[in-house]
């Protein structure tokens, strides 16, 4: 009983935590939210993690998230396999898909989110990533990820044998102190926002 009162507790935390932070994020203009995202993925393309990587797995951002289709662009442009992840519903985990082509290849998909189209895409294993975009909510210097609740990226990541670099693109009001961390909870090897390179 102790236990899970801890865990609800942890939860309840993360709501709050998690409601604020995109309360802040939505609050941004949309002109600033253009230029930092293109600070952002600038500095994270001439990192030696993404420079050095052959596959690498992004995703498309949604909303008030950094615009990652320039970081996209630039990845097929430099001759990297781009993988992008695709929501299976029934087992409520991401399935992974080469994308070639932005416009042809994906199509709205649960939430709107662009994601693989099946019949276009070739399916890819985990274990073949290098480099990993996440995305998430908050991030601390220390690596902790606050996510959107679903748990996919936390189940994802333990399939990745190799271990791959896990950078989160975020601006700055992303970036907090602390964040309360459950068990299966996966952190991330460096958070970049438009004022530092690796806050």
């Not at 601390?140 to 333990?158: A, M, V």
Request: proline share 6%.
């Amino acid at each position: 009983m102790v236990d899970g009162t801890i865990a609800g507790d942890t939860a309840a935390r993360k709501a709050a935590l998690r409601q604020k932070i995109l309360a802040c994020r939505d609050a941004l203009t949309a002109e600033y939210r253009t230029s930092a995202s293109a600070t952002v993925l600038a500095r994270i393309c001439e990192m030696p993690a993404y420079r050095q990587a052959n596959t690498v797995l992004a995703y498309f951002g949604f909303g008030t998230e950094i615009d990652t289709r320039p970081f996209l662009e630039h990845a097929l442009s430099d001759g990297k396999t781009l993988l992008l992840p695709r929501v299976d519903r029934p087992s409520r985990s991401l399935r992974l898909y080469q994308i070639r082509d932005l416009d042809a290849d994906l199509e709205a998909g649960i939430w709107g989110i662009r994601e693989p189209a099946r019949d276009r895409c070739i399916k890819a294993a985990p274990q073949s990533v290098d480099f990993v975009l996440i995305p998430g909510v908050a991030f601390t210097c220390k690596g902790e990820r606050l996510g959107y609740g679903g748990g996919f990226y936390d189940r994802l990541i333990p399939q990745m044998t190799k271990p791959p670099a896990k950078i989160a693109p975020a601006f700055r009001c992303q970036v907090i102190e602390s964040i309360p961390m459950s068990a299966t909870d996966q952190c991330i090897d460096a958070v970049v926002s438009e004022t530092s390179d690796k806050v």
